[in-house]
């Protein structure tokens, strides 16, 4: 992992395991599967659901100021705390925590490589027990979105100067053949299909059967090399709903060192059912 640009924000299965009783490391589970927290988790770790702690429960949008601090305060962290982030699907959704975390400047941060499948195909202990910490006093700062995140009017205007999208989805997501993954319902849009200009670089690529991520050198090759991503042009990445574009802008930002990396959560749920923008098919 040492290969990685920014190796630092991710971590082994082995390296949760020895800090598993540190003090200054919050350990953080983030699923797709709502039943997989409460059947058994890491010893310590607490469970951040992306509906109901991550997002408003009225607007169409993420937690703000307040409601960050007082998620921070609840799992017992302050701003000098480790948070590591694990989870189902690869990580799609602790790629999407921790994304929502940088919103708020928690840049102390970071990933178990190859998540909750990999803790587990390593036969390591996981226990029912919910831990109960000690709440703080988190103040931080208002959300900042400029750096990170794309608005569909910011990708509109991306689209007119050609620049750079990637869709992270299946290809038959890509091609409008289906608004979802094999096996999801097909609903969330009216229209299927992709964002004109957008490469087609599915976020399952990125990663081994374990779950890890690949080798710096792969990921070079399928971005830049195949796809032909330019790691000093702006790049637009975005899914359905957010969670697997988050698995990709980690790839591109903190694996590869990407400069300038946004997530569009909007994604092909907002795209899709917006009048008057294009679409490919």
């Known amino acids: 992992m040492s290969d990685y640009a920014k ?8 390296w949760v395991a020895e ?10 589970e983030s699923n797709e599967d ?6 058994g988790h890491i010893a310590g770790a607490v469970e951040v659901d992306w509906t109901t702690d991550l997002n408003h429960q009225v607007v169409r949008d993420y937690i703000d100021k307040e409601g960050f601090e ?15 982030f694990y989870g189902d699907k690869s990580n799609w959704w602790a790629t999407y925590a921790f994304w929502v975390f940088q919103l708020f ?4 941060a970071k990933v178990m490589n190859g998540g909750r499948k990999k803790w587990e195909d390593e036969k390591r202990d996981l226990t029912r027990d919910v831990p109960h910490y000690t709440a703080t006093q988190y103040t931080a700062p208002e959300r900042d979105d400029s750096q990170l995140r794309a608005f569909r009017d910011y990708v509109l205007k991306h689209v007119e100067k050609n620049g750079q999208l990637v869709d992270v989805r299946s290809p038959a997501e890509f091609s ?3 608004l979802h ?16 200009g957008a490469k087609s670089i599915p976020w399952s690529r990125a990663v081994n059967d374990d779950g890890t991520f690949k080798s710096r050198q792969e990921l070079e090759k399928l971005y830049q090399e195949e796809r032909g991503l330019d790691p000093k042009k702006e790049v637009v990445a975005y899914c359905r709903i957010g969670e ?19 997530n569009y959560d909007g994604s092909w749920t907002e795209w899709g059912n917006s009048v008057g923008v294009p679409i490919e098919r």
């Open 7 to 14: 190796s630092e924000v991710l971590v082994s299965t082995e």
């Open 19 to 28: 800090h598993l009783n540190d003090p200054n490391v919050r350990i953080i």
């Open 34 to 39: 709502a039943l997989l927290y409460p059947s």
């Open 70 to 84: 007082a998620l921070a305060s609840r799992i017992g962290i302050t701003p000098e705390t480790t948070v590591v």
């Open 105 to 108: 400047g928690h840049s102390n």
């Open 176 to 178: 409008g053949e289906k």
């Open 181 to 196: 993954m094999q096996g999801y319902p097909q609903e969330g849009a009216m229209r299927g299909g992709h964002i004109p």
């Open 244 to 262: 697997r574009s988050s698995h990709t802008w980690f790839v591109l930002k903190y694996l590869l060192g990407f400069e300038n990396v946004r």
